[in-house]
């Protein structure tokens, strides 16, 4: 520093002290005289109206409470989960052919059984009625070898002929019986293959979109099929819970309680639709530390969609007579969790409480909170305990 500006330093140094001992030093004369006294600003005694009506945080808060109920309360585990069908069939034809037409329309439902598509038959039908007339064939040719056996029979007791003769007609008679089943054989053979050129819907259920259209060669057995058929009513939810939820859900499925499941959308704010747990894994996954459920929904309306994503809530039990509260009202903060409480004075008083199950906005209060208490729910940003509030009744109470 200069030596110029030295002397300004100083001077600015000497000020700023002169200033506060006049700002700070007591009065000459006491306040009763009218003068300022120790703590007082001097040039006169503070304004008439200074204190608590300009002081912000004299003044009570305006605050709106909620009292805490008490409700049944579901005892939930949530979870994601998939859509899952309860069967999907690609169909397939059974035989080789051209497809000479389609009784269906993409993406309808179809019944089991229904006619959906047909295959050119006339190799069928001829095939069919080849191995049927070999059958009329061998059918005639066992008449009369039947004609001449009854013959033989006749002059065999009569010793005309050798017993040789007699058995190699019998021989003969079994021949074309052996024949002719097999060949009733083929013809059910032929039959069935002839009724293959009929593809029908194994499971009712709707379908996708056709792989194949009509005019072009099938090939039986084809992988990339006709059109498959998605079973969508009933369908399944395949979810996943963590390892240490599972004694509590397997006391509730061992029990026989039938347990309801709730499919929620993707950002969990409308349900779609109920079911009931039907089955659990038969093992943990080691990687996750979790284990598959599934659950069956009716689905008649189709509300689930496969390969949905869904937000899943398994109601495991009830929790009768719960003290709950809106989970809006929870603060978190170094002591835990914890709400403000308005008491019979009218002041704010912090609770530290024990929290349990959760259901659809509301918390179970284990521990630090009677049914009735008055808990904060808006203004809490201005309270400190012992704070005095205004309760805020909403316009539609008056």
Known sequence: MSLLKKPFVLAAGLAVAVAAVYWFWPGAESAAAGKPGAGQRPGGARPAGAGAANNPWAMPVPVRVIEAGSTDLKVQIKAIGTVTPLNTVLVQSRVSGPLQQVYFKEGEKVEAGQLLAQIDPADYKTELAQVQGQKEQNVALLKSAEQDLERFAKLKEQNTIAAQQMN??????NQLKGAIKSNQAAIDAAALQLSYTQIKAPISGRLGLRAVDPGNLIQANSAEGLITITQSSPIAVVFTIPETQLQQVRTAFRA????SVEAWDRAEQMPLANGTLTTLDNQIDIATG???????????????FPNQFVNVRLNVAVQNA????????????????????????????IRVLKLGAVDNGLVAVEEGLNAGDKVVLEGLDRLRPDREVEV???????
């Open 392 to 398: 805020i009744q909403d316009a539609s109470k008056g």
């Open 290 to 304: 979790t284990l598959k459920l599934k659950a069956e929904f009716a689905n008649q309306n189709e509300e689930l």
């Open 168 to 173: 190699a007609q019998q021989a003969l008679v």
């Open 256 to 259: 026989g309680v039938a347990l």
């Open 322 to 349: 719960a003290v709950t509260i809106p989970q809006d009202a929870v603060q978190y903060g170094a002591q835990g969790t914890y709400v403000y409480m308005v008491d019979d004075n009218n002041k704010a008083q």
